[in-house]
């Protein structure tokens, strides 16, 4: 059972692209909405160098993983764009 999503995620007709719901109101500790977004700067993070313990089949499987550094060395500012939040609110999908 997911801890973040409402599923496993559901696969594209080829299973090339999963969409991820997030469960409805999950919070920060301070009671703040998490996001989409959050989740994929948080898989982005695992990208980085700086930080040990990121998943290495993230760098196999995900177009562009091969060659992201993470967001500390992104100077595009749009970070791993195999990743996409077409929704940034609450409950919104990855």
């Known amino acids: 059972m997911p801890d973040l999503a409402t599923d496993l995620g559901r696969p594209s007709k080829n299973a090339t692209v999963w969409t991820y719901t997030l469960k409805k109101g999950l919070k920060y500790e301070d009671g703040s909405p998490i996001t989409s977004a959050d989740v994929k700067y948080g898989i982005e ?50």
Do not use: N, V
Not at 59 to 69: E, N
Not at 71 to 83: N, W
């Open 45 to 94: 993070r695992s990208f980085a160098a700086e930080l040990s313990g990121g998943a290495p089949y993230l760098r196999d499987w995900l177009i562009g993983g091969d060659k992201y550094q993470g967001p500390y060395k992104d100077k595009s500012g749009k970070g791993l764009t195999s990743i996409e939040t077409p929704t940034s609110g609450p409950s919104s999908s990855i």
